[in-house]
Each structure stands twice: as structure tokens, then as C-alpha cells.
């Protein structure tokens, strides 16, 4: 009988990681930008209105912290009408140009693999797939997504 355990494949992850960082930078070019604690009104936080046919959601991406190679962003949308309440806390490596979940919905700390069933009945490939769903959340925001304030210039 074959062993039938999860196996991450790393290579998927990185990319998919990678994936996310050039989405949030596309989204929020603030980002990509390294340097000092990241302070309200310097273009740490966007607003953004997602449609869902006759309904809408705001959702927020605002950095929390900045670090000279990191930084860390949390991306919220309220609930409502149909519509689920949504929280996520993204890393950011600017070195290595990736980001991945490192908090959703209020869990935290995903290992890479998980025995099944498990105390948290997390799937075992549930690292994998929060970076699966951050990727197609950002996806839609790029697609469908409206921007409730103008994108500021740097320098300007």
C-alpha cells in the first residue's frame, strides 16, 4: 500500500508566495518600498470597493509595520449581507520578494504540513491554502476591485 501523507511542494509555495508579493505591489506600490516604521498618511493604507454583483464590501490593506526587509500587512474586509468578514496578515520580504499568510481570520503560526485529524482539524495542507486563497483574493481586488482614493506619487 503507497503512503498516501501530504507533501508540500516547495517549489509551488514559492511561487505561489512570490505570486502574492507582485500582487500586493500592484495593489499598494507603497510596499515594495523599504525603509523606516510605516506611518498613517505616508500611503499605508488603501481602500478599496469590491463589487459582488448588486453588492459591495469595502476592503482595507494597511501596513502595520515596516522593516528594512520586511514588512507586515493586514488586509480586513467587513462582513455583511451575504458577504463573510474577512482578515488576513500578510509577510512581506523585500529581499526575496515574497509574501505569505501568517495570520488568517485570526489563526496563526500555519506549519507547512499537518497530521490528519489533528486538535485544530486543520487540513493538511492548510498553510498551502490560505496562500491559494490570499492569491485569488488579490486577483479579484486587481480584476474587480475599485479604489476609493487616488494612488499618491511619490515625490509629488
Request: proline share 4%; aromatic share 8%; hydrophobic share 35%.
Amino acid at each position: 500500500m503507497r503512503d498516501r501523507r501530504y507533501n508540500i511542494d516547495l517549489g509551488r509555495h514559492l511561487a505561489q508566495c512570490d505570486g502574492n508579493y507582485l500582487r500586493l505591489t500592484r495593489l499598494m506600490p507603497e510596499l515594495s518600498r523599504r525603509g523606516s516604521a510605516a506611518k498613517h498618511g505616508d500611503g499605508a493604507t488603501r481602500l478599496f470597493r469590491m463589487l459582488f454583483g448588486d453588492r459591495s464590501s469595502a476592503v482595507q490593506v494597511e501596513v502595520e509595520d515596516r522593516s528594512r526587509y520586511t514588512s507586515l500587512a493586514t488586509l480586513t474586509m467587513p462582513g455583511g449581507h451575504g458577504i463573510a468578514a474577512l482578515s488576513m496578515k500578510v509577510r512581506l520580504y523585500h529581499d526575496t520578494q515574497s509574501a505569505e499568510v501568517v495570520e488568517f481570520q485570526g489563526q496563526r503560526r500555519f506549519e507547512p504540513v499537518y497530521a490528519y485529524p489533528n486538535p485544530k482539524m486543520r487540513q493538511p495542507d492548510e498553510k498551502a491554502q490560505v496562500n491559494r486563497f490570499l492569491a485569488d483574493f488579490l486577483n479579484a481586488c486587481l480584476r474587480h476591485g475599485i479604489a476609493e482614493q487616488p494612488a499618491a506619487m511619490m515625490g509629488s
